[in-house]
């Protein structure tokens, strides 16, 4: 399409600029309107919002209207303008791939979803923060303010620059109106970060902002998992057989970093599944999901110290073994086929530092030759010379365990382990044996007209159609349509009006436990099991829209019930000696540590 032409005026990219600030001040500059329109120019949509860390459908600015573009090539945008570089080095090179042209292309709106972040629960969007020094510089030298990259950084609290505390604005979220591009100078608040979680939270964002500084294209995910479990042998948190000491390595990552006090992600990353962290075995044992960079960073730092050492010492991996990593044969390295080979390790233990099953550790060793502890039950030496024999005679699978009194897989397993070739299978059947099996399940057809049905009266004929003749099966005659006949059963129940009734009862429910003394919390289950039979109600709630918005209306959430109590004992201390010690109110309350702060107010 054509280009939308030049601006009177288009200001230049600054350093460590994002492009979510870029496109704001290029609309203030040419005071261009709202927001939105002028986001529906860029994008070429009405409902665009230009997120503040991962923009995507960047390709439409070069397409609709590149003269605004800060650079001139997707590349550029991408490395110089977003946060995706942040995430290179904890993904594997081909989901990074995909992941530019997610980002070039869109969708949009799934691409944090894709990338794992909602599912991790680390906080999937952007927080504005900013920094004291970096806007005074700025303004000195640009005579602008501007939202750092660097600051926006997940779980960045401190300003890896200048080592001072930020100043958070607002999560992009919360933001009524999301589409608005928002400009700095903003109201905030100065971040407290006490004194003994100060040299951790430093030392976190300053591993960020390398990681996000990273332009090598060849410190991918791939390298991760191997140069950890290196790092993690080096340091004594490994077993003799290879697997990492779980608890030890939770314990030290909490000492480290003194139990994630003051972290904006403390109470999620500090979650536990018995004396384990829970995000981090998924980290080693399923590097095919993407965990959360945050989660990267903090491991780095307690194994490396910086992530500057963390990327040397993988580049100094990959080039020590290029050809283990670089995974292009299926039987692994000179390591994996010295542990097959060797007899004096037990197939189990050979799986389990190759990574691949026992099964084929069995199998791979049978089809050398090596000896193995055998533990068979029917499976005699007798036997399975005999079954070798007929095997290579040529003799069906189905024949030859129907002879020795075997199991079809069994039968199949031996002949994946026999060395010597086997006759080819049968070809391409003859028309004749076609035409009886066709007319074989036609004929089941005359009885019912259920495929599920049809495949208990000759379930033999539908395999060998679904084998061989598959099109004619699925999509030719074979196909039987669904009936047409069936009828729909009627409900006897007026969904609407107990919808009614259950949503009136929530509201009234609600009303009476917000009045009543001792105050208890709303939660959603207590409302349900005061309105209604609770396991009835919850197995029905996709029925009843008005009934779940009367309870995510009405329910109560614990952060905002322990505000309540807080306030409370508060006024109760006010009341009796007009005095507030915040240690008795919070021991008047019942409560450890002062509940966070509203971010909405409640309804």
Request: include cysteine; proline fraction near 6%; glycine fraction near 6%.
């Amino acid at each position: 399409m054509a280009s939308m032409g030049a601006l009177p005026y288009t200001p230049s990219h600054l350093e460590d600029e994002a492009l979510y600030r870029y496109l704001g001040r290029v609309d203030a500059y040419n005071c261009a309107g709202s927001s939105r329109r002028f986001l529906r120019y860029v994008f070429g949509d009405s409902k665009a919002i230009s997120s503040a860390d991962l923009p995507s459908n960047i390709g439409a600015i070069l397409e609709r209207w590149p003269e605004i573009s800060p650079y001139p090539t997707i590349a550029e945008i991408i490395e110089r303008t977003s946060q995706y570089p942040y995430h290179r080095p904890f993904i594997p090179a081909g989901r990074w791939r995909e992941l530019v042209v997610r980002a070039t292309h869109g969708p949009g709106p799934s691409l944090k979803t894709w990338l794992g972040l909602v599912a991790q629960r680390f906080s999937a969007t952007a927080s504005f923060r900013s920094c004291v020094e970096c806007d005074r510089l700025a303004w000195d030298d640009e005579g602008v303010l501007y939202w750092h990259r660097a600051h926006l950084l997940p779980g960045v609290l401190v300003c890896p620059i200048h080592r001072t505390p930020l100043i958070q604005h607002l999560v992009q979220s919360e933001d009524g109106a999301r589409s608005a591009l928002r400009l700095p100078p903003m109201a905030g608040r100065p971040i407290v970060v006490a004194g003994q979680s100060m040299p951790s939270l430093t030392a976190f964002a300053v591993s960020s902002f390398e990681a996000l500084k990273s332009k090598d294209p060849s410190l991918t995910g791939d390298l991760c998992t191997g140069t950890y479990l290196a790092r993690l042998k080096e340091m004594g948190l490994c077993s003799p057989t290879g697997r990492p000491k779980w608890q030890k390595i939770s314990s030290l990552l909490l000492e480290a970093n003194d139990n994630f006090r003051g972290w904006a992600v403390g109470d999620r990353i500090t979650d536990r599944t018995a004396p384990l962290l829970s995000w981090l075995y998924a980290l080693f044992q399923r590097p095919e999901r993407l965990a959360h960079p945050l989660t990267h960073i903090v491991l780095i730092g307690c194994l490396f110290g910086s992530f500057a050492a963390y990327a040397a010492a993988a580049k100094a991996r990959n080039a020590s073994a290029p050809d283990s990593l670089a995974a292009s044969s299926s039987d692994g390295d000179t390591t994996s086929a010295s542990a097959i080979s060797n007899c004096n390790v037990s197939c189990r233990a050979a799986a389990m530092e190759m990574g691949l099953s026992v099964s084929t550790v069995v199998m791979r060793r049978r089809i050398l030759g090596l000896p193995i502890a055998e533990r068979r039950k029917s499976l005699t030496p007798d036997r399975l010379s005999h079954v070798q024999q007929r095997l290579s005679a040529g003799a069906p699978a189905a024949q030859v365990a129907k002879e020795a009194l075997l199991s079809l897989s069994s039968v199949y397993r031996i002949r994946a382990c026999m060395v010597f070739s086997l006759p080819q299978e049968e070809g391409v059947p003859s028309a004749e044996v076609v035409r009886g099996y066709r007319k074989r399940w036609i004929n089941t057809g005359l009885v019912s007209a259920s495929v599920r049905q049809r495949r208990v009266l000759d379930g033999a004929a539908y395999a060998w159609l679904y084998h061989h003749d598959r099109n004619w099966l699925i999509a030719g005659p074979g196909h039987a349509p669904a009936s047409t006949t069936r009828k729909t059963r009627r409900s006897r129940i007026d969904w609407e009006k107990r919808d009614e009734n259950y949503a009136r009862r929530i509201e009234a429910t609600s009303s009476a436990q917000r009045d009543r003394a001792p105050r208890r919390r709303r939660s959603m289950s207590a409302l349900m099991r005061a309105s209604a039979p609770e396991t009835s109600l919850r197995a029905q709630l996709y029925r009843l829209p008005r009934t779940r918005e009367a309870l995510q209306a009405n329910a109560e959430s614990v952060p905002a019930f322990q505000r309540l109590r807080y306030a409370r004992a508060a006024a109760c201390l006010a009341d009796a000696d007009g005095g507030f010690t915040q240690w008795k109110a919070l021991k008047l309350a019942g409560l450890h540590r002062p509940p966070a702060l509203e971010t909405a107010p409640e309804k």
